[in-house]
C-alpha cells in the first residue's frame, strides 16, 4: 500500500502548480481521496477531497475557486490543480486515501509560495 505525491516546488504569488499523487497495492477506485496540507506551527487540514467515483468534490473556504482535485481511476492518480498561488498556501501537502474508518497517507510533498 502506497501513495506518493510529486510535483511540488517553488512557485512566485500568482503562480500553479500541479500536485499528483500515484497510488499502488490497493483497489484505488474504491477509496475517497484528499489533499491536506500542513504548515509549519499549524495543525493539518483538509485543503480537497473527491468521492471514489469523482462525482463530488469539496474544498476548504480558503482554497474555493482557486484549487480543483480530480481523479483518473485508470491511472490510479488524485491530482490538485493549485493556481492563484498566496504565500499563506505554502505549506507539506499530503495524499489521504480513506475506506470507511481505514486511511493512510502518503509521504508529502513541499509547496513554497515566495517572491
Known amino acids: 500500500v502506497q501513495l506518493v505525491e510529486s510535483g511540488g516546488g517553488l512557485v512566485q504569488p500568482g503562480g500553479s502548480l500541479r500536485l499528483s499523487c500515484a497510488a499502488s497495492?490497493?483497489?484505488?477506485?474504491?477509496?475517497?481521496m484528499s489533499w491536506y496540507r500542513q504548515a509549519p506551527g499549524k495543525e493539518r487540514e483538509l485543503v480537497a477531497a473527491?468521492?471514489?467515483?469523482?462525482?463530488?468534490?469539496n474544498y476548504a473556504d480558503s482554497v474555493k475557486g482557486r484549487f480543483t482535485i480530480s481523479r483518473d481511476n485508470a491511472k490510479n492518480s488524485v491530482y490538485l490543480q493549485m493556481n492563484s498561488l498566496k504565500p499563506e498556501d505554502t505549506a507539506v501537502y499530503y495524499c489521504?486515501?480513506?475506506?470507511?474508518?481505514?486511511?493512510?497517507w502518503g509521504q508529502g510533498t513541499q509547496v513554497t509560495v515566495s517572491s
Open positions: 489521504y486515501a480513506a475506506r470507511g474508518a481505514f486511511g493512510f
Open positions: 497495492g490497493f483497489t484505488f477506485s474504491g477509496y475517497r
Open positions: 473527491i468521492t471514489s467515483d469523482g462525482g463530488s468534490r
